[in-house]
Nanobody
């Protein structure tokens, strides 16, 4: 399993943007990759996933505002977050699944990063 390290979190005002990065210790070109988040007092939820062909899937709450992408040459996953809202405040986690089949389901992912905090103020 690959080791994952997230970066790019921070504090931003509502309407602002952040770009999260996730660096993997090994090749990810055959991995389904995803972003999840967990707000205080809430369960972790899926945000976006991307398969080996570049097809992406998003939670309804972030569609049109977030974009997931991957750079297999650098073994890096990204999440561009625009028009941020206070409800987006959470710890964001990168995850990898060792399979080309991809779905935004937490239990399918076997590798997880430590998370990066995103705080959006109103």
């Amino acid at each position: 399993q690959v080791q994952l390290v997230e970066s790019g979190g921070g504090s931003v005002q509502a309407g602002g943007s952040l770009r999260l990065s996730c660096a993997a210790s090994g090749y990810i070109h055959r991995n389904c990759m995803g972003w999840f988040r967990q707000a205080p007092g809430k369960e972790r939820e899926g945000v976006a996933s991307i398969d080996v062909f570049g097809n992406s899937n998003y939670a309804d709450s972030v569609k049109g505002r977030f974009t997931i992408s991957r750079d297999n040459a650098y073994n890096t996953l990204y999440l561009q977050m625009n028009s941020l809202k206070p409800d987006d405040t959470a710890m964001y986690y990168c995850a990898a699944r060792s399979d080309i089949w991809c779905a935004l389901i937490e239990r399918l992912f076997g590798s997880w990063g430590q998370g990066t905090q995103v705080t959006v103020s109103s």
